[in-house]
């Protein structure tokens, strides 16, 4: 259990130091307001992830359990997601850069606007939500209750909260761009190589299931 549990937390991990919407969000509001109104952002981000985590979890665990030959499904549909993550991921290592310059936003925000940015930013991008799902879907499928797939929500938001808490404290001195964009590379292929190893398995064991 505890190895599954660390493949699929430094997968996340990966993803979550990897370029995105929400590094995007936490470094442009502390490139030009400081870190305040940037840890307010990440705050925000963090609550988006316990919601589409414990959704996903509490969503496909009653879908398991009312059918349980769905969850054959989860697995090729969520394995088939991490791996087209980690192959998207992989592709990305070979790029130069994080794909573009972040620029400063410099509208003003109190403590609550910038919260709610950040929730916004989480909770209305599709791909937070099928990663969730997808991630759910595996520990289903490595034979997880539902309490222990709701276990792992909280550990995914704190990892959020500490990594995008970094990057807010980092963009808000403004020097952290060139050393991000050196490192970029390496989280990705960190993310890339966890999110295969964990769409490859949940694929093949949905794809054994089929078979028989």
Same mark, same amino acid.
């Not at 979550?16 to 109104?37: E, F, T």
């Not at 509490?58 to 697995?75: C, D, F, N, T, W």
């Given at each position: 259990?505890?190895?599954?549990?660390?493949?699929?937390?430094?997968?996340?991990?990966?993803?979550?130091?990897?370029?995105?919407?929400?590094?995007?969000?936490?470094?442009?509001?502390?490139?030009?307001?400081?870190?305040?109104?940037?840890?307010?952002?990440?705050?925000?981000?963090?609550?988006?992830?316990? %919601?589409? +985590?414990?959704?996903?979890?509490? @969503?496909? #665990? &009653? $879908?398991?359990?009312?059918?349980?030959?769905?969850?054959?499904? *989860?697995?090729?549909?969520?394995?088939?997601?991490?791996?087209?993550?980690?192959?998207?991921?992989?592709?990305?290592?070979?790029?130069?850069?994080?794909?573009?310059?972040?620029?400063?936003?410099?509208?003003?925000?109190?403590?609550?606007?910038?919260?709610?940015?950040?929730?916004?930013?989480?909770?209305?991008?599709?791909?937070?939500?099928?990663?969730?799902?997808? %991630?759910? +879907?595996?520990?289903?499928?490595? @034979?997880? #209750? &539902? $309490?222990?797939?709701?276990?792992?929500?909280?550990?995914?938001? *704190?990892?959020?909260?500490?990594?995008?808490?970094?990057?807010?404290?980092?963009?808000?001195?403004?020097?952290?761009?060139?050393?991000?964009?050196?490192?970029?590379?390496?989280?990705?292929?960190?993310?890339?190589?966890?999110?295969?190893?964990?769409?490859?398995?949940?694929?093949?064991?949905?794809?054994?299931?089929?078979?028989?």
């Amino acid at each position: 259990m505890l190895a599954v549990y660390a493949l699929t937390w430094v997968g996340v991990l990966a993803a979550q130091m990897s370029p995105g919407p929400n590094l995007v969000a936490v470094a442009s509001v502390g490139l030009a307001q400081g870190r305040r109104p940037a840890l307010f952002v990440v705050v925000g981000i963090s609550s988006g992830m316990l %919601v589409w +985590s414990l959704a996903t979890a509490l @969503g496909l #665990g &009653a $879908l398991v359990e009312a059918v349980p030959s769905s969850l054959r499904l *989860l697995k090729l549909i969520g394995g088939g997601y991490l791996l087209f993550l980690g192959l998207k991921a992989a592709r990305a290592t070979i790029r130069v850069g994080v794909g573009g310059t972040i620029a400063p936003d410099a509208r003003p925000l109190n403590d609550r606007p910038a919260w709610r940015r950040g929730v916004l930013v989480l909770l209305t991008n599709p791909k937070a939500a099928m990663m969730w799902a997808a %991630v759910a +879907s595996y520990l289903f499928g490595q @034979g997880f #209750g &539902a $309490l222990h797939v709701l276990a792992f929500g909280p550990m995914g938001a *704190l990892s959020g909260l500490a990594i995008y808490g970094t990057y807010a404290v980092l963009f808000s001195t403004g020097a952290a761009m060139r050393g991000y964009t050196r490192f970029a590379g390496w989280f990705e292929g960190v993310f890339a190589a966890a999110f295969s190893v964990m769409g490859a398995s949940l694929l093949w064991s949905g794809l054994r299931d089929a078979q028989r």
